[in-house]
T-cell receptor, first 112, second 111 residues
């Protein structure tokens, strides 16, 4: 099956801990994205990557970090510097030929 | 900052009725997309309309684009309970790989 996967589906974090959210795609897409969604809100861009070993900050990058060592993978780390990390996190990928993004199922992060 | 603004924020209709939601944006675009999100899930692409198109159809979906007013509308005809979801418009930010999503319209279709 081709697609984009995110894990875990639910994640709980204690204050002061770093956590890493996984995003994997086997669609051979070059670009990948991380968005944050708060209840009843739209999507806000955290980071995006156009190609391997390159990524750019989005609108709300503070307190987050990413890496893009492989085309298939774009993990997001939520650091302790992110003061309000409880949210729904969505990963997406984009083929080079269109403007249509493909989204993963999301990870819901809750800070205890 | 979010460029797209959808209205209404929430819409509740009876099954079989049509649902119309609108999106406004601020800058020039070369296309506009609509996505659907079921509760607690990822977004699914519905339809893309290019700046040189005024109307596009896909099944029960009809999208219009008015570049002079910087607005788009999504019409779902003969709605079904399964259409209950949030709907978002998205536009590419000029000169970048970024996409700007609106705040969404929450549609509830009552059986």
């Amino acid at each position: 099956d081709g697609g984009i996967t995110q894990s875990p589906k639910y994640l709980f974090r204690k204050e002061g801990q770093n956590v890493t959210l996984s995003c994997e795609q086997n669609l051979n897409h070059d670009a990948m994205y991380w968005y944050r969604q708060d209840p009843g809100q739209g999507l806000r861009l955290i980071y995006y990557s156009q190609i391997v070993n390159d990524f750019q900050k989005g609108d709300i990058a503070e307190g987050y970090s990413v890496s893009r060592e492989k085309k298939e993978s774009f993990p997001l780390t939520v650091t302790s510097a992110q003061k309000n990390p409880t949210a729904f996190y969505l990963c997406a990928s984009l083929p080079s030929s269109t403007d249509t993004q493909y989204f993963g199922p999301g990870t819901r992060l809750t800070v205890l | 900052s979010q460029q797209g603004e959808e209205d209404p924020q929430a819409l509740s209709i009876q099954e079989g009725e049509n649902a119309t939601m609108n999106c406004s944006y601020k800058t020039s675009i070369n296309n506009l997309q609509w996505y659907r999100q079921n509760s607690g899930r990822g977004l699914v692409h519905l339809i893309l309309i290019r700046s040189n198109e005024r109307e596009k159809h896909s099944g029960r979906l009809r999208v219009t684009l008015d570049t002079s007013k910087k607005s788009s509308s999504l019409l779902i005809t003969a709605s079904r309970a399964a259409d209950t979801a949030s709907y978002f418009c998205a536009t590419p930010a000029s000169g970048t790989y970024k996409y700007i999503f609106g705040t969404g319209t929450r549609l509830k279709v009552l059986a």
